[in-house]
């Protein structure tokens, strides 16, 4: 019988393995739905705000974080180098796309290790089959970042992440159908899209994609 003081939050949680949790004490079922959530605040916030961060604001205008109205002091070196535009944004996006796999790699390592300690994971099991899904949906997530730094300032391309990253959590954590759950598609639970298997990544690489070409067009085009 599920618990009177169960969530929805529970609810949403639990359709990642329905079969699995009727079978479960309510001991177990909590220990899993807990490791769940910590699932869910790793691909709600942690792995969105790690690529907010490694996304930077490169060579476009800042106005915070201690930086004075105007251009990027480093601007000026970085376009006196003799190659172009683009493929220094090219190397740029390509390192911090890096670093941020390199970041998911080590939630994933830290995920799977608590889930052995809980008991919520098998002892001997991994996450790697979340690993494709995560680093995917985290370029989503790097890609927007660059998107939106390349014309506006540090500041308000931070606020314009960060509300994306909530609005997606809200949703993410509401149980939403659709291409908007990024959340649920980290995570591995693709029922609450709707798409089959093959659509969902398609459509997320195709828009990190046209993200980066966008922030490509604009920085190659501005002038300073």
């Known amino acids: 019988m599920a618990s ?13 393995a329905p079969a699995l949790l009727a079978g479960m004490s309510e001991d177990a079922k909590n220990v899993f739905l807990s490791w769940q959530r910590y699932l869910l605040m790793l691909t709600s916030f942690s ?18 974080w201690g930086s004075s109205c105007g251009m990027h002091s480093a601007t000026a070196y970085t376009l006196s180098l003799p190659v172009s535009r683009a493929r220094l944004i090219g190397v740029r996006s390509v390192v911090g796309l890096s670093l941020l796999v390199v970041v998911i790699l080590v939630h994933i390592a830290v995920a799977t290790v608590v889930g052995w ?7 001997g099991s991994s996450l790697l089959a979340l690993l494709g899904p995560t680093i995917l949906g985290g370029a989503v997530y790097y ?35 659709g291409w908007f759950n990024i959340s649920a598609f980290m995570r591995g639970q693709e029922s609450l899209l709707g798409l089959g298997a093959t659509v969902t990544p ?6 990190a994609v046209a993200m980066m070409v966008g922030a490509w067009w604009i920085l190659s085009r501005k002038e300073y």
């Open 4 to 16: 009177q003081t169960s969530s929805p939050n529970d609810e949403l949680l639990g359709r990642t």
């Open 47 to 64: 792995i969105p705000l790690s690529a907010m961060v490694l996304a930077g604001s490169g060579i476009a205008t800042q106005t915070a």
């Open 117 to 123: 300690q809980s008991g919520a994971l098998k002892e």
């Open 143 to 177: 890609s927007v970042a660059v998107f939106l730094g390349s014309f506006l300032s540090e500041s308000v391309a931070q606020l314009g992440t960060l509300a994306l990253t909530g609005a997606v959590t809200g949703y993410s954590m509401a149980g939403g159908p």
């Open 202 to 207: 398609v459509v997320y690489l195709a828009f």
